[in-house]
């Protein structure tokens, strides 16, 4: 709770909860104008309040998140009153922590969104394990060629050279596709211990695009 002059904005009194919520002790905040202490975290915050007192809404309230003195910001429905101390128009305004209702809201929107990213989870199975289906049928449509085509080639021509580019490929592609098959059924994936030297050096030279030597 916090009491200010109407007139200037100089805060009167402020209570033990607003000292707490906001981080703020009593005597830094009482005798200041609420300007002074970057409170708000919209510049026209007071225009806001005062309209929300001319229309008669007090008891409506506003939610808006003020500064900490610590840093961040702390949503809060602030709940205002006009009422009259030694002659002079004061607003009485109380502040409810709302920490807890704004994580509870984030928490029902997250557990929404998990039921939706499971779904295009599965959908995107379903269309990895249809590329690697067509996929392998053009693969084997391939190898399936390469022999009766190396046959009419001479060895150590370029395009023997590159037929043997070609079947190294073959094999890589199919254990890519392969590896989609594995995620779009969400099946665990053997490991196994590997040379790196060799698949290095394998890959260098499909990347190269250049026939073997």
């Known amino acids: 709770m916090a009491i200010r002059r109407l007139s200037d904005d100089i805060i009167l009194?402020?209570?033990?909860?607003?000292?707490?919520?906001?981080?703020?002790?009593?005597?830094?905040?009482?005798?200041?104008?609420?300007?002074?202490l970057a409170f708000y975290p919209i510049?026209?915050?007071?225009?806001?309040?005062?309209?929300?007192i001319e229309?008669?809404?007090?008891?409506?309230?506003?939610?808006?998140e003020p500064r900490r003195r610590c840093g961040g910001n702390v949503p809060v429905?602030?709940?205002?009153?006009?009422?009259?101390?030694?002659?002079?128009?004061?607003?009485?305004a109380t502040f409810t922590d709302l920490s807890h209702k704004v994580a509870a809201e984030q928490e029902r929107?997250?557990?929404?969104?998990?039921?939706?990213?499971?779904?295009?989870?599965r959908a995107l199975g379903s269309i990895a394990s249809g590329i690697a289906h067509d996929s392998n049928n053009i693969l084997l449509a391939i190898t399936g060629n390469l022999d009766p085509l190396a046959e009419n080639l001479p060895p150590g021509s370029a395009g023997a050279s590159a037929m043997d580019v070609i079947r190294l490929a073959c094999p890589r592609a199919a254990d890519l596709m392969r590896q989609i098959t594995i995620f779009s059924r969400r099946d665990l994936a053997a490991r196994s211990v590997i040379e790196l030297g060799p698949c290095v050096e394998e890959a260098a030279r499909l990347i190269s695009a250049q026939p073997w030597p």
């Open 13 to 36: 009194d402020v209570n033990a909860s607003f000292q707490t919520l906001f981080g703020l002790r009593r005597q830094d905040v009482v005798g200041k104008a609420v300007g002074e």
């Open 43 to 52: 510049p026209d915050a007071r225009k806001q309040i005062l309209a929300l």
């Open 55 to 64: 229309r008669g809404d007090i008891a409506k309230g506003m939610e808006l």
């Open 77 to 92: 429905l602030m709940t205002v009153n006009v009422l009259t101390i030694l002659g002079e128009q004061c607003v009485l």
């Open 109 to 121: 929107l997250t557990l929404q969104e998990e039921p939706r990213q499971s779904q295009k989870m």
